[in-house]
């Protein structure tokens, strides 16, 4: 049983004040595995008061110290990565090649930023006046139990790099993740206070950043449930907020998509991260005279697919992150046989020979239609919907019609169709015949996916407020 009981403030690694203890699982074996001592109000208090103390000088650092910040930031979390992935997999369940890729995309969001910086400049002329990029003053970064680490460093990477100060909230559930990271950053040699981390329940630690005064800004990555709190409670006091949310994002098959490609394509994009991401595919969109090769192709694709063992290297899905997750995809697979839905592939319970791990059957239904509960509601988990439509016209319209609009994906061997089809959709991003993830472009949601956008200048710049000094000339 591990025992994590540090939380990182001003610059050291310090007992909560805290007293609660929170169960850590091996969710491939839903056992009880560690417990973490949660911080509280007073222990966030604290962060915030440290990192309001460091914000005067770290604003107005120079773009290369905090470049070589950056660097060695990154250097320490690299020298964690074999650590980091051993945690991803035994706390959050994900498969091992995808918990490789989680680790080290925790190092690259901060030499990712590095870089921005090394090309950005704070100031430019806008007609006679001197406009100055000026950083917001204390972050308060909130984030959610799949790929904790990624989105800790991610989170942190782009504030520090605008010259704010932070206190990071991860989630209570990736506490081993969270404690790989801490001791990587202290090793880091950052300034007293610039870089503060408080595990703690949302409604108490969160709290308290999203309703703070001196904190400037709210970059938030979860639930839109949650997130719509965090907007209210910020409201209040006018915070900046960057919200990351929810996605029911379709994969459009154009008639003239290759399916010995795109079927493994559509698949990879809605299993990805084991269903346990707010970008997976899960609107399968066809036309209707290929829905029957399709659907025909699917069922023998994901008869291959194994859901098990996170450790073994041929294992694409792991298990649900919780009993909760698990019994809320169980549910919304029950919800789709008595909407109606035609089950593909998959089903309730347990894929065979797991245990009581909370492993969930591949899922793939067909017969959807987009305002079945199943289409409409993220069920995060890996439960797909495969819609058919008659025209282009049509696909682009049932592809918006969602209350979000994070991602979307198109397939297609026409590279031209495919980017006309892309520019009608609502979404945040759209990746074309499996392109890959690009960190120099914005990422973030339309509609109820989000507010704001991360990666690259434009998540730097939503630490920054533009300030314009006019000049007479
Ligand atoms: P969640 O909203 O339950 O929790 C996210 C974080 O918010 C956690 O740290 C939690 O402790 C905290 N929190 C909870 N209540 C709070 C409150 N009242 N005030 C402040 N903070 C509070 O989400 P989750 O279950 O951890 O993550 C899954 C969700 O995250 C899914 O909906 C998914 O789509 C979304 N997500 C979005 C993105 C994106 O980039 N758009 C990425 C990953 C996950």
Redesign the pocket.
């Given at each position: 049983m591990q025992r994590i009981n540090q939380i990182f403030i001003d610059g050291a690694l310090v007992t909560p004040h805290g007293t609660e203890l929170f169960d850590l699982y091996n969710p491939a074996k839903a056992e009880v595995i560690g417990q973490v001592q949660l911080a509280d109000a007073t222990d966030a208090e604290r962060a915030i008061a440290a990192a309001k103390r460091a914000f005067p000088a770290f604003s107005r650092s120079s773009k290369e110290s905090r470049i070589a910040l950056l660097r060695r930031m990154a250097a320490q979390v690299r020298a964690r990565v074999e650590d980091l992935t051993e945690a991803l997999v035994t706390e959050y369940g994900a498969p091992v090649s995808r918990a490789g890729w989680m680790a080290h995309h925790a190092v690259n969001v901060l030499e990712d930023a590095a870089n921005v910086l090394e090309n950005y400049s704070f100031t430019y002329r806008a007609g006679t006046a001197d406009v100055i990029m000026t950083p917001l003053g204390v972050a308060g970064l909130?984030?959610?139990?799949?790929?904790n680490a990624g989105f800790i460093c991610g989170k942190l990477a782009a504030a520090l790099a605008a010259g704010c100060t932070a206190v990071v909230?991860?989630?209570?559930m990736s506490a081993m993740q969270t404690q790989i990271v801490m001791e990587a950053l202290n090793a880091a040699d950052i300034p007293p206070g610039v870089v503060n981390i408080v595990t703690g329940?949302?409604?108490v630690v969160?709290?308290v950043?999203?309703s703070h005064p001196d904190i400037a800004k709210v970059s938030?990555?979860?639930?839109?449930a949650?997130g719509k709190?965090?907007l209210k409670a910020g409201a209040e006091t006018f915070k900046r907020i960057t919200l990351?949310?929810?996605?029911k994002s379709p994969a459009v098959v154009l008639d003239d998509a290759d399916l010995n490609v795109a079927v493994d394509q559509a698949l990879q994009a809605g299993f990805t991260n084991s269903g346990q991401a707010?970008i997976a595919g899960t609107r399968i969109l066809v036309p209707e005279h290929m829905a029957a090769n399709f659907a025909a192709r699917v069922k023998t694709a994901v008869a291959g697919i194994q859901s098990g063992d996170p450790h073994d290297p041929q294992t694409q899905i792991g298990p649900m992150v919780s009993q909760k997750q698990w019994e809320r995809v169980q549910r919304y697979i029950r919800l789709g046989q008595e909407e109606g839905a035609t089950l593909l592939a998959g089903g309730e319970g347990r894929p065979d020979g797991t245990g009581n791990g909370w492993f969930v059957r591949p899922t793939v239904f067909a017969d959807v239609h987009n305002d079945m509960t199943i289409a409409r509601e993220?069920i995060?988990g890996p439960v797909l919907s495969i819609i058919t439509y008659q025209t282009e016209e049509d696909a682009i319209r049932i592809a918006n019609d969602t209350l979000y609009g994070?991602q979307a994906y198109v397939l297609s061997s026409d590279l031209a169709r495919a980017q006309r089809v892309a520019s009608q959709l609502e979404a945040g991003r759209v990746a074309i015949n499996g392109a890959p993830h690009e960190p120099a472009a914005p990422f973030g949601?339309f509609k109820q996916?989000?507010i704001g956008r991360e990666y690259g200048k434009n998540g730097m710049e939503a630490f920054l407020e533009p300030k314009a000094v006019l000049v007479p000339r």
């Open positions: 909130i984030t959610p139990w799949n790929s909230k991860p989630s209570e329940r949302g409604e969160g709290a950043l999203s938030f990555t979860g639930s839109s949650v709190g965090i990351e949310l929810g996605g707010c993220e995060f994070l949601g996916s989000g």
